[in-house]
């Protein structure tokens, strides 16, 4: 592991908040490609969809709350697990953030992911390091993405 990435605090990259997607480019991609957007809300908002009146925003808001409230921890735990050496926890971490990251059709970090997840239960930790920074960089992009779907204010009861 890189000593930059193992220093840096588990919610760092959830600091950068207000970047945007095009901003937060994985580095494999030259800055002259275009990016597509890491996510694909159709899932979400049908699910919404099935709910009356208001309710439908206050699922979609509190879907996207979630998961910026939760994977930071998540991802803490992944990175934490893997420093500590133990794949199995590095698995598990990964199996959720998978779970959370299908909700908004976030293709790529579910891919990333399962090859962590993969990894991790066959005892491969080595082959999460690469992995790992790949799930920041995509994280990083997911939280860009999904900010222009937050409310500005929560929702009232």
């Not at 490609?33 to 925003?57: K, M, Q, W």
Request: glycine share 4%.
């Amino acid at each position: 592991m890189c000593a930059s990435k193992a220093s840096q605090s588990p919610t760092l990259p959830f600091m950068l908040l207000s970047m945007s997607a095009s901003e937060l480019r994985p580095r494999s991609i030259p800055r002259n490609v275009p990016l597509e957007s890491p996510i694909d809300l159709t899932e979400l908002f049908r699910l919404g969809d099935t709910a009356s009146g208001d309710t439908s925003r206050h699922f979609v808001h509190d879907i996207i709350e979630l998961f910026l409230t939760l994977t930071p921890d998540i991802y803490g735990t992944a990175r934490a697990a893997f420093a500590d050496g133990d794949a199995q926890s590095v698995a598990r971490a990964a199996h959720k953030l998978k779970s959370q990251a299908a909700y908004f059709g976030a293709r790529r970090m579910v891919n990333v992911c399962k090859q962590i997840e993969q990894h991790g239960y066959a005892g491969e930790l080595s082959r999460c390091e690469r992995l790992l920074d790949d799930l920041e960089d995509e994280l990083d992009r997911v939280v860009a993405a999904l900010q222009p779907h937050r409310f500005e204010e929560p929702p009232a009861p």
